[in-house]
């Protein structure tokens, strides 16, 4: 897949860019479970801290398919 810029906000959670997608989506999931953001109890939800709140456009909880869709907004 071809390298894309990566935006600020994105950047803050994943590193610089440009990076393929599949990348992106790999280093967010390092993030997510490094920092323990996974729903304990519905494992398909995302509990924002503040980094990612940014990215996933203000909102504290989002399904991990919901995710895949606000991170697109973050690649260009």
């Known amino acids: ?3 894309m810029n990566i935006s600020s906000d994105l950047a803050a ?3 610089n860019g440009p990076m393929p997608r599949s990348e ?3 280093k967010l999931w390092v993030y ?3 920092h323990n953001l996974q729903d304990s109890k519905n494992r398909r939800n995302i509990n924002a801290d ?3 709140k940014r990215v996933f456009g203000g909102k504290g ?3 991990m ?3 895949t869709k606000l991170v697109s907004k ?3």
């Open 61 to 63: 909880v989002v399904n």
């Open 32 to 34: 997510i479970k490094s």
């Open 13 to 15: 959670v994943v590193g």
């Open 50 to 52: 503040e980094k990612l």
């Open 1 to 3: 897949m071809k390298p």
């Open 24 to 26: 992106v989506v790999k």
């Open 74 to 76: 973050h690649l260009s």
């Open 65 to 67: 398919f919901e995710m």
